[in-house]
């Protein structure tokens, strides 16, 4: 392999510096594969074209497990999508409301049934929004406490669960990464093994039932909070609220999930006795099977049922694969970028430089920093994934890092900024559907997201000295104290001076 020193870096700091300045994933990650072309090509443009055409993303659709990994996410976002808009999903967050009567109950089952609706993040705020808004004005909670809560139970749900779109998505982007340095390993299995070091995530879930016991809050969420207790007569819902998801039957919604974990327990088993082993590729081939067969129930049944004609529905499932086609571009672009970075030698590059500068106990959280840095300003959490990800693993595996724990890391600060930043998707459709303004959701809860981001960052370094997936509770306890800290100063400065 050739030694391109300094320049070995150039296309991973392109795609760093373009897709925190223009906000851009799609831009950064082409313009970083273009200049890595141009530079293994010695600068020539016809060459650099030819190689886009022969080695770009079009022969990352060659390999068996990527063109595996793009069917299974293009069926799943399908079928998400056809039940979101049959209504299920409204009824079965009505039939949640039902026993609310008080701020800790409301606040709990908002957190409860956005864990519930797990394998979609817009569908979530779509869904909770409408539905608990009413609740939230009658209990005088404000609507900036109902779209934290939305947007904390939305993509921090939806990162850890390893059979859904996310999960898939980022199995891809870590079995390729492995590849690039010629190991060969089970995207599943390691991604259940990174879920205990997704400690951003984990976090912010956890917070939303810390804070409801406390009955406390701090900095602008505790002026919302006090604002909305002190209006006698609660308004009428905003336009904002108006925006009502269809609702309907509880059961367009149990009986495609019911077919989708019947067929997923059937496949694993069958395959577990046939082969004694459930590898990646069967997994999401069971994957892709299962979420099929569910769809084909769910479009038969609303035709049954009056729901939507066949038609509708066959329709419908198509659009939702559809949406999902940005998304696909910033995964082959990823995947040319990791090539392009091994061909490079991008990773032993920077463990040469980073070898005695930097303690190896920091990477983890500088990879979450960097992360967050990222997607704050992107707010695109798949975009950070896959500009993180190939270049954290090498990194990490050359300086004697954990990769498990670095992959956690990139997560996590792909997380941060989906969570908080204001052109999310997630945090524009809480705020949305709550009927809260935009840029007092985003005041309110940044603060939170930054607290959480801070506990993390400790946390990785912590995790990374011990190696301990157990550093979540840790990370949980100095969580909690953080919290409390931070609402005993709100109390001091609330408290009036008495003469």
Known sequence: ???????????????????FTTRHVVLALGVAVISGMLILTKGHPVDTALMFLSDGPFTQLASGSNAQIII???????????????????AFSSMATRYVSSPLKAQLATWATGIGIFFTDSGNSLILGPMFAPIYQKLKLSKEKLAFI????????CVLIPIISWGVYSQGLIEN????????????TMFLQVIPYQLYALLALFSVPVYAVLRKDWGPMAEAEHQARQQAVMSEPSSDQELQVKSGRISLIVLP?????????????????LHGTINGP???????????????TAIAYYAYTKTMTASTAFNTFVSGMQRIMLILVILLLAWTLGDICKSLGTGDYISQVMNDRLPVFLLPAMIFVIGSFISVATGSSWGT???????????????GADPLI?????????????????????????????GCDHVSHVRTQFPYAILTGVTASIGFMVAEITRSPYTIVLAAVLQVALIVLMVRRQASISRPVTA
Do not use: K
Not at 177 to 188: E, I, K, T, Y
Not at 260 to 272: H, K
Not at 387 to 396: E, S
């Open 150 to 157: 939305i947007d904390s139970t939305s993509s921090p749900v």
């Open 257 to 273: 999930l019911t077919v989708l974990f019947g067929s997923l327990i059937a496949l694993f088993s069958y395959n577990y006795h």
């Open 282 to 296: 069967v997994i999401r081939a069971s994957l892709g099977t299962s979420y099929l067969i569910a769809s084909v």
């Open 177 to 188: 990464a492995f590849a690039n340095m010629g190991q060969q390993v089970d995207g599943f």
């Open 1 to 19: 392999m050739a030694d391109y020193g300094l320049l070995s870096i150039v296309p991973a700091v392109l795609a760093l510096i373009l897709a």
């Open 72 to 90: 299974v996410i293009t069926i799943i976002s399908g079928f998400i999508y056809l039940v979101e808009q049959s209504g299920g999903m409204a």
């Open 406 to 434: 670095c992959i956690g890391a990139a997560l996590s600060g792909g997380m941060l900024g989906d969570h908080s930043s204001p052109i999310s998707d997630t945090t524009i459709l809480s705020s949305m559907s709550t």
């Open 385 to 399: 994934f896959a500009i993180l990800i190939p270049i954290a693993v090498p990194v990490a595996s050359a300086l």
